[in-house]
C-alpha cells in the first residue's frame, strides 16, 4: 500500500506515535522507560519541539508536541529513536530493528479536539488495564499537567486544561470518538472539526488522507460526487 504523503509543517500540533516492530515489547524495565523519557528531554533541547502530553507503553508511545519548524519533528523523532535503539541493543544484548520503520503522526485542531487527543494519551493505560487511575502510571505527562510532578518534560499546552482534568482523563471515551482517533492514526488525517479538517488537508496536498477508499460513487446524474461538495458531503456522512 502507497504511504500517505504527511505534510509536516510548523507550528502545528501533532499527535506523534510508534510501535515497536512487530508489536515487540519495547520497555522492559523501569530503566528502559526512565532513560526513553530523558532522551525525549535531551531530544527537544537539540531539536526544538514543545511536548503537551506523553505517555510510554510497554511496546508502544505517544507524545503530543509542536516543532518550531518544518524539519524539526522528522529530526526530533529520527534523533531520539537512534539514540533509543542504539542503547538499547547495547543494554539487553538485541540486534535488529527494534521500533517499526515509520513513525505516523497527524495533525490536531487547537480546540476541544486537542483535549480529546490530550485525554486519549494519558489514559492510554486505564483503557488498557494497566492501571485504575492515570496517576498510578509513572510514564506519562499526566503527574505533570495535574500538577502532583514538578514540569520537567512538557510545557504549558495551548488550550488550557480544566480543573477536573484528572476526572476526565479517567473517564470511559466514547467509542465513536475512539473510531475516529483510531482512523486519524491509521491514515494520519488531521483531528478536527470536517471542515476545518477538508480545508486543511486541501492546502497541505493530504486529501487522500480523507478521501474514500475505493471507487468513487456517482449520483443520480452519472456525475462522480467529488470535489469540495462532494468531500464535506462525505465527512459528514462519515465522521461524528
Known amino acids: 500500500m502507497p504511504r500517505n504523503a504527511r505534510g509536516l509543517t510548523g507550528q502545528f500540533v501533532y499527535h506523534v506515535f510508534n510501535h515497536g516492530n512487530g508489536r515487540q515489547k519495547v520497555f522492559r524495565t523501569e530503566e528502559d ?11 527537544k533541547q537539540i531539536h526544538p519541539v514543545k511536548i503537551f ?6 511496546n508502544h508511545f505517544h507524545v503530543v508536541l509542536q516543532p518550531e519548524e518544518a524539519g524539526d519533528l522528522s ?23 527494534l521500533w517499526q520503520d515509520r513513525f505516523r503522526a497527524f495533525i490536531i485542531q487547537e480546540d476541544a479536539h486537542f483535549l480529546s487527543v490530550m485525554r486519549f494519551v494519558e489514559g492510554n493505560p486505564v483503557r488498557k488495564g494497566l492501571v485504575e487511575s492515570a496517576d498510578q502510571w509513572p510514564w506519562s505527562s499526566h503527574r505533570e499537567n495535574i500538577g502532583r510532578k514538578e514540569r520537567r518534560i512538557v510545557c504549558p499546552c495551548p488550550v488550557e486544561l480544566p480543573p477536573f482534568w484528572a476526572e476526565f482523563v479517567n473517564s470511559p ?8 482517533l483510531h482512523a486519524c492514526e491509521w491514515r494520519q488525517s488531521p483531528y478536527g472539526d470536517p471542515v476545518w479538517q477538508f480545508e486543511l488537508c486541501r492546502k497541505l496536498g493530504l486529501e487522500s488522507t480523507i478521501r474514500p477508499r475505493g471507487r468513487p460513487r456517482k449520483n443520480g446524474n452519472g456525475n462522480e460526487n467529488g470535489g469540495i461538495t462532494g468531500g464535506l458531503k462525505w465527512l459528514r456522512r462519515n465522521v461524528p
Open 75 to 97: 529530526r526530533w523523532v529520527h534523533w531520539l529513536l537512534t539514540s533509543h535503539v542504539h542503547h538499547h541493543h547495547l543494554i539487553h544484548k538485541t540486534k535488529g530493528h
Open 33 to 43: 522507560y526512565q532513560f526513553f523519557i530523558e532522551l525525549m528531554d535531551k531530544a
Open 53 to 58: 502530553a506523553h505517555c510510554l507503553m510497554p
Open 173 to 180: 471515551i466514547l467509542r465513536t470518538e475512539l473510531s475516529r
